[in-house]
């Protein structure tokens, strides 16, 4: 019974493709997000999305679109790949309740490499 | 703009060579302040969340404490298994938690 799941965990795709990520959770949270990890291992956010709209969206490249259908599920789709977009991406989830926000659970991660 | 930085980066310990890793961070409007454990090709495991400046939380080995500019994830007598990349996390404005770069600990049998 995996909390917060992610397809694929392994992406292997040519410069100039198009591919999509695809997450699921089922702890019924109402906010999702979308990270990036680096070859540092820096993480940092990229999307947030409560209740399907959309509540954060940092300084990335707008070949990168995230798509909310429900409140369960949180997909990535990214234009015309670059070697630079080579990372580890995770997804993951949170109930927002009040002022304080409340622990995220993340996804295993799909590790993305662009040739 | 909310900033988060750790250290060390990285601290090697001998089995049960206790220590503290540091977390200094600027976020106006703390909404919460999270450890996480990360081991090598997995998704973050939360640990703890603090709210108050004061607050302790204690997990086994480990005990995370806040001040209103750091917080601190103290370390007793660490096993082996203890070994993995602790991230520190900070919840600002509009949702957003901002990550630290990790501290990578490994514990030496």
């Known amino acids: 019974d995996t909390a917060v799941s992610q397809t694929p965990k392994y992406l292997v795709t040519q410069m100039g493709n198009d591919k999509s990520i695809k997450c699921e959770q089922n702890l019924g949270h109402d906010t999702m997000y979308w990270y990036k990890q680096d070859s540092k291992k820096f993480l940092k956010i990229m999307f947030s999305y409560n209740n399907k709209e959309l509540i954060i969206n940092e300084t990335v490249p707008n070949r990168f679109s995230p798509k909310s259908p429900d409140k369960a599920h949180l997909n990535l789709h990214i234009n015309s790949l670059e070697l630079g977009d080579s990372a580890v991406y995770f997804c993951?989830?949170?109930?927002?309740?009040?002022?304080?926000?409340?622990?995220?659970?993340f996804g295993p991660g799909t590790r993305l490499t662009v040739l | 703009e909310d900033q988060v930085t750790q250290s060390p980066e990285a601290l090697r310990l001998q089995e049960g060579e206790s220590s503290s890793l540091n977390c200094s961070y600027t976020v106006s409007g703390l909404r919460g302040l999270f450890w996480y454990r990360q081991d090598p090709g997995k998704g973050p495991e939360f640990l703890f969340t603090l709210y108050s400046a004061g607050e302790e939380k204690e997990k086994e080995r480990l005990k995370a404490t806040l001040t209103k500019k750091e917080s601190f994830l103290h370390i007793t007598a660490p096993k082996p298994e203890d070994s993995a990349t602790y991230l520190c996390?900070?919840?600002?404005?509009?949702?957003?938690?901002?990550f630290g770069i990790g501290t990578k600990l490994q514990v030496i049998p």
């Open positions: 996390a900070a919840g600002g404005g509009y949702q957003k938690v901002t």
């Open positions: 993951a989830s949170s109930q927002v309740s009040g002022g304080n926000y409340n622990e995220q659970f």
